[in-house]
């Protein structure tokens, strides 16, 4: 059976040289700060452990984009007095890029790469972003992370090179009873669909998942506070689902999600937060 041998990049700066069969799962704990990360890999992956998840059907892509209508028009809401201008940061198809300029805010995308469907493409108001995790120049009243922060490898420090009055940040959010289930099925290797996810523990957490404490653990030594939060509920993808969704759907967290649900507690697995410079 072929062996790829692959450096991985842990949190931390730490890298780990591994070798793996091929169609392998293997857990890494990381020296220092003991996060755990499990890294899928197999023939048809990239060797930075991309998930292979579903075919993408037709049916998942346009439910995907209602998904992302609704929390733009949810993010709206909240948005009136937002400081300006603002900056759409990793915009990607810029849905909430095209609502916002729809309805009159002086907006910015930047990103750097777009898919040719994105609304940016159509627009002046674009920032080609030319290094990864570059920040374009200019005095940003606000900055928008809809689904970015969870991927960069030190969340913190990347807050902190941010000058803006407020941002927004859209995480995935593992919180409460369905976090705590999540986290401890994904230890223990059960079931098989949340050993793709890569974990995010406090103090340091680094990606793929946020708890609402931990993401306001990194904000707070950077002199923001939390303003407001909006779960995102209402939006339910299809059944094959990719990545973390699949995971999310996975039948241990539907029972606690159920159980939840009948006593009246909303969960959602992802939430927007607004932080603002104290």
Not at 42 to 59: C, F, I, M, R, V
Not at 192 to 204: F, K, T
């Amino acid at each position: 059976m072929p062996i790829w041998s692959v450096e991985l990049s842990l949190c931390c700066g730490v890298k780990k040289q591994s070798a793996f069969d091929t169609d392998r799962i293997v857990t890494t704990q990381c020296p220092q700060c003991r996060t755990l990360w499990v890294e899928h890999v197999n023939q048809k992956s990239s060797l930075d452990s991309a998930w292979q998840g579903p075919k993408l059907t037709q049916e998942f892509l346009d439910a995907l984009s209602h998904r992302r209508e609704v929390q733009a028009q949810q993010l709206l809401k909240i948005m009136t007095d937002t400081p300006e201008p603002i900056l759409d940061y990793g915009c990607g198809q810029a849905v909430f890029f095209g609502k916002a300029k729809s309805v009159g805010h002086d907006i910015w995308a930047a990103d750097i790469a777009l898919p040719a469907d994105s609304r940016a493409l159509k627009s002046d108001n674009f920032v080609q972003i030319l290094r990864p995790w570059e920040i374009p120049g200019g005095e940003w009243g606000t900055v928008v992370l809809l689904d970015v922060l969870e991927h960069h490898p030190d969340p913190g420090s990347f807050l902190a090179s941010l000058t803006a009055q407020r941002v927004v940040v859209k995480v995935p959010l593992l919180d409460g009873p369905v976090g705590r289930v999540a986290i401890a099925l994904a230890r223990s290797g059960r079931p098989r669909r949340l050993e793709s996810l890569l974990l995010i523990d406090e103090p340091n957490p680094h990606r793929v998942f946020f708890t609402s404490a931990g993401l306001k653990n990194i904000a707070a030594p950077l002199k923001f506070v939390t303003c407001n939060r909006i779960p995102d509920v209402g939006t339910e993808l299809p059944e094959r689902m990719m990545g973390r969704d699949l995971g999310i759907k996975a039948w241990p967290l539907r029972v606690v999600g159920g159980v939840m649900a009948s006593i009246g507690r909303v969960w959602s697995d992802t939430a927007v937060f607004v932080f603002s410079r104290s």
